[in-house]
């Protein structure tokens, strides 16, 4: 995701006459893909906040960001304009609070200002590569300053938050349960109509004809391509991560004295293909697991 998104983002910055950007990735050929369009390559996120206003992130977990922030945090001893950090990483509440609380604790002692944003984005590795993401900003007097550098670089459009970086978060987590209920009740239904006679390729067909959304669609294709086993194959987003957003959303919903049943049946299923599976598989492999089951 995050190298369709800098790659994107460097290629509009070239074609409107703007700045390159800096890029640092942990796999250097990564950065490479990016460079070749003319951004500048770094060995450091520490080196990447020295030479930008607006540092976005892209990270694997919320460890990482933990990391990547602590990093550039301790690196910040030279004066220089305010450094605006977007996490477009899909992370726990509790990490953006985490790292919002490590910046304030540290603020005096920085000779840089520094400011943090929620800001992830919704959107298949497709849609990355095709500059149609969904971004969400949460930097209030900010927003319209990231808008117009996601739109229309790597992104179609914002949803806003205002200043509230921890409700993006929240929002991020409960879009992303909201794509496992529905991968969970296309898992239900192709499983039963599979079992009865239906067929998943006529079920297909209902998907096609009265609810043709791309998530919708996509996942219920895997569904039936290659005999139903598709998921192991093109994968997306795979079962440990799916697991982790799911956990996320129930944790979010505890929070508020609520559960998500969905939710905690698709984290049972998906624990199912973690034990009997493969973690590499797609997340809608837990169709596999109602299959089984």
């Given at each position: 995701m995050g190298l369709e998104m800098a790659r994107n983002l460097q290629r509009h910055r070239a074609s409107t006459g703007q700045t390159p950007i800096t890029v640092y990735n942990r796999t250097q050929s990564k950065c490479a893909a990016v460079a070749e369009h003319g951004a500048h390559t770094v060995t450091s996120p520490a080196q990447v906040a020295d030479a930008s206003d607006v540092v976005f992130l892209s990270l694997l977990?919320?460890?990482?960001?933990?990391?990547?922030?602590?990093?550039?945090?301790?690196?910040?001893?030279?004066?220089?304009?305010?450094?605006?950090?977007?996490?477009?990483?899909?992370?726990?509440?509790?990490?953006?609070?985490?790292?919002?609380?490590?910046?304030?604790?540290?603020?005096?002692?920085?000779?840089?200002?520094v400011k943090f944003c929620q800001t992830p984005v919704w959107g298949a590795p497709p849609a990355a590569k095709a500059a149609q993401l969904v971004f969400v900003v949460s930097a209030g007097d900010d927003n319209s300053a990231l808008a117009a550098i996601a739109v229309p670089a790597f992104a179609r459009t914002t949803l806003d938050c205002g200043g509230d970086s921890l409700k993006a978060a929240r929002f991020k987590v409960l879009g992303n349960f909201m794509i496992g209920a529905i991968i969970e009740s296309l898992g239900e239904a192709f499983a039963v109509a599979h079992e009865t006679g239906v067929g998943r390729e006529l079920?297909?067909?209902?998907?096609?004809?009265?609810?043709?959304?791309?998530?919708?669609?996509?996942?219920?294709?895997?569904?039936?391509?290659?005999?139903?086993?598709?998921?192991?194959?093109?994968?997306?987003?795979?079962?440990?991560?799916?697991?982790?957003?799911?956990?996320?959303?129930?944790?979010?919903?505890?929070?508020?004295?609520?559960?998500?049943?969905?939710?905690?049946?698709?984290?049972?299923h998906l624990q199912w293909v973690l034990d009997n599976g493969d973690e590499s598989w797609d997340w809608s492999s837990l169709a596999y697991a109602l299959r089984k089951q």
């Open positions: 977990n919320d460890q990482a960001v933990k990391s990547v922030v602590t990093e550039i945090l301790d690196a910040l001893t030279v004066s220089s304009a305010p450094l605006l950090i977007a996490d477009t990483t899909t992370v726990h509440p509790d990490t953006t609070q985490w790292v919002l609380d490590q910046i304030s604790q540290q603020q005096q002692q920085l000779r840089r200002p079920y297909l067909d209902f998907v096609k004809e009265v609810l043709p959304v791309p998530p919708v669609l996509g996942y219920a294709r895997k569904m039936v391509e290659e005999n139903g086993d598709a998921a192991k194959t093109q994968v997306g987003f795979n079962v440990r991560g799916g697991m982790k957003d799911v956990s996320y959303a129930i944790d979010v919903a505890k929070s508020a004295g609520m559960t998500l049943p969905v939710a905690e049946l698709a984290h049972e």
